[in-house]
């Protein structure tokens, strides 16, 4: 299993920035890959951007717009958002796995999430 904690969420007006930071720990080497989904109220959970040895990946509705990195000193991945809209509120959650996907069934360990609220 791998403990992950989201930090980074909160407030912010339409066309801003927010970068959402998510702490991994434990057995990170057997689970390289980790992702972001979002849920909105009454929504199912949305894939959002995924990691892995070979590269990223990206949800549609924010291809283009947020960027996932990882600094490996750190044990850290982050999420980087931009242009935001008021349908990129949601929680957001990070999640970690063995295998790639956009399915969160694939991923057994994730975080408490963190709250983006983006007002009109």
């Known amino acids: 299993q791998v403990q992950l904690v989201e930090s980074g969420g909160g407030l912010v007006q339409a066309g801003g920035s927010l970068r959402l930071s998510c702490a991994t720990s434990?057995?990170?080497?057997?689970?390289?890959?980790v992702v972001w989904f979002r849920q909105a109220p009454g929504k199912e959970r949305e894939f959002v951007a995924g990691?892995?040895?070979?590269?990223?990946w990206y949800g549609d509705s924010v291809n283009g717009r947020f960027t996932i990195s990882r600094d490996n000193a750190k044990n850290t991945v982050y999420l980087q958002m931009n242009s935001l809209l008021p349908e990129d509120t949601g929680d957001y959650y990070c999640?970690?796995?063995?295998?790639?996907?956009?399915?969160?069934?694939?991923?057994?360990?994730w975080g408490q999430g963190t709250l983006v609220t983006v007002s009109s």
């Open positions: 990691l892995n040895r070979a590269g990223t």
């Open positions: 999640a970690a796995g063995r295998y790639s996907g956009t399915s969160p069934a694939l991923y057994d360990s």
């Open positions: 434990g057995r990170t080497f057997s689970h390289n890959v």
